[in-house]
């Protein structure tokens, strides 16, 4: 266990759908990060949020939106969706003290889109 | 623009072998650097990573990986795989905004 929960691990919706991505960043993480994972396109880097507020933003398409709330965990929201929208969403978190320096996954999303 | 590029798309070893995976990067300075593996079906796992320091970098399950500045490059190693290092390996670079750019992919295949 990484300590970055994703809900739900596996997610099958029909095209045009919208559908809400979850994730829990590892205790005491302020950021989080989302990334999509897709056969042709790789690991690509959507958008990022600090403490509530959005940080960077990466290849995210207009129909995608995320937030965070002040609980820290995030949404990230996928509507109209297509058929090529089907991937992995990784959520990931960051500390930058101490020895866990650096970047969490979670274990991600499996979005199938039909 | 920031990039990550790693040649192999698919590595054959056999157990017991030793592994080199390449990796090279584009950035202006010093970038924070990273070796992930993904099991199939499964999250990234980090290896290990560099940031400065000691520029040959021990990770878990018996990785290692070389920072050489003069060639971009951030190869990991390993001196016998296992069967079970059968996975796909991702490098990943931090160019500073915080957020990671990774390169395509290695697929590790493992030969009985």
């Known amino acids: 266990d990484s300590g970055v929960t994703q809900t739900p691990k596996h997610l099958i919706t029909a095209t045009g759908q919208r559908v809400t991505l979850r994730c829990s960043p590892r205790?005491?993480?302020?950021?989080v990060y989302w990334y999509q994972q897709s056969l042709d396109q790789g690991l690509q880097f959507l958008i990022q949020?600090?403490?509530?507020?959005?940080?960077a933003k990466g290849n995210i398409l207009e129909r995608f939106s995320a937030q965070q709330f002040p609980d820290l965990h995030s949404e990230l929201n996928l509507s109209s969706l297509e058929l090529g929208d089907s991937a992995l969403y990784f959520c990931?978190?960051?500390?930058?003290?101490?020895?866990?320096?650096?970047?969490?996954f979670g274990s991600g999303t499996r979005l199938t889109v039909v | 623009a920031q990039s990550v590029t790693q040649p192999d798309i698919h590595i054959t070893v056999s157990e017991g072998a030793s592994l080199e995976l390449r990796c090279n990067y584009s950035?202006?300075?010093?970038?924070?650097l990273f070796w992930y593996v993904q099991s199939p079906g499964q999250g990234l796992q980090l290896l290990l990573k560099?940031?400065?320091?000691?520029?040959l970098v021990q990770g878990i399950k018996g990785f290692e990986a070389e920072f050489k500045r003069s060639q971009s490059s951030f190869n990991l190693r390993k001196p016998s795989v296992h069967w079970s290092d059968a996975a796909e390996y991702f490098c990943?670079?931090?160019?500073?905004?915080?957020?990671?750019?990774f390169g395509q992919g290695t697929r590790l295949t493992i030969n009985p």
């Open positions: 990931a978190s960051s500390s930058w003290t101490g020895l866990n320096y650096g970047y969490t």
């Open positions: 205790s005491g993480d302020l950021s």
């Open positions: 949020y600090y403490n509530g507020e959005e940080r």
């Open positions: 950035y202006g300075a010093t970038p924070y």
């Open positions: 560099y940031f400065s320091g000691d520029t």
């Open positions: 990943a670079v931090d160019q500073g905004a915080q957020k990671l750019v």
